[in-house]
């Protein structure tokens, strides 16, 4: 079973509302990976955590403040997003934690969040 | 600044053809590679990963690496309608956790 959940599918924001995406996997993995994607663009990543510690920030502004609340669980939270966030949200998780070349870096993706900022 | 090329197409090929999509990458070091299929609106799905030098087939998809020439294809035999979809190509960044996906080729399985 290679299947991560995220929650909402959908998620309609003003730039004043604090909301929070959520994702789950059951698969034992010990990284997770929150990315940004814009239409016809390839996924951006913005965090990584590894055994429950953030351990990449890509330089990500301040509005986005990412959770782990524990191994199977990441969270997003949104504060003040402005509509050029407006983009797909996709969680990803992978066995691998090491940072080695190891067999087990596959990462799988969740369906995503739709996200618009009105 | 580490980079994945990919021809973002279309690349057109009749029902029942083989198509060949490909990607380079710049960083040398690199040693893990990853094809994903991503169909409009939805989430990218993991097709296909290869580590060595060679081929790895599965089932209708064939990925290919040649570390030497920083290059990595994959081959859709008997491609299908269904096959129509963006590919996109991932390479792991060495000692990091982190993918880089090259911008990905609009794959159209013509019937």
């Known amino acids: 079973d290679t299947e991560v959940t995220q929650t909402p599918k959908h998620l309609v924001m003003g730039m004043t509302n604090k909301k929070s995406l959520k994702c789950e996997q059951h698969?034992?993995?010990?990284?997770m990976y929150w990315y940004k994607q814009k239409a016809k663009k390839p996924p951006e990543l913005m965090f990584v955590?590894?055994?429950?510690?953030?351990?990449i920030n890509e330089s990500v502004p301040s509005r986005f403040s990412p959770e782990c609340p524990n191994s199977s669980l990441l969270n997003l939270h949104l504060h003040a997003l402005q509509p050029e966030d407006s983009a797909l949200y996709l969680c990803?998780?992978?066995?691998?934690?090491?940072?080695?070349?190891?067999?087990?870096?596959?990462?799988?993706f969740g369906p995503g969040t739709r996200l618009t900022v009105t | 600044q580490k980079e994945v090329e990919q021809n973002s197409g279309p690349l057109s090929v009749p029902e029942g053809a083989i198509a060949s999509l490909n990607c380079t990458y710049s960083?040398?070091?690199?040693?893990?590679f990853f094809w994903y299929r991503q169909y409009s609106g939805k989430s990218p799905e993991l097709i296909m990963f290869?580590?060595?030098?060679g081929d790895k087939e599965d089932g209708r998809f064939t990925a290919q690496l040649n570390k030497a020439s920083q290059y990595v294809s994959l081959l859709i035999r008997d491609s299908q309608p269904s096959d129509s979809a963006t590919y996109l190509c991932?390479?792991?960044?060495?000692?990091?956790?982190?993918?880089?996906f090259g911008s990905g080729t609009r794959l159209q399985v013509q019937p």
């Open positions: 990803a998780s992978s066995q691998d934690a090491s940072g080695s070349q190891s067999q087990t870096s596959e990462q799988y």
């Open positions: 698969m034992g993995h010990r990284a």
């Open positions: 955590y590894s055994y429950e510690k953030l351990s």
């Open positions: 960083d040398r070091g690199s040693q893990s």
């Open positions: 290869i580590y060595s030098n």
């Open positions: 991932a390479v792991r960044d060495p000692g990091r956790r982190a993918l880089t």
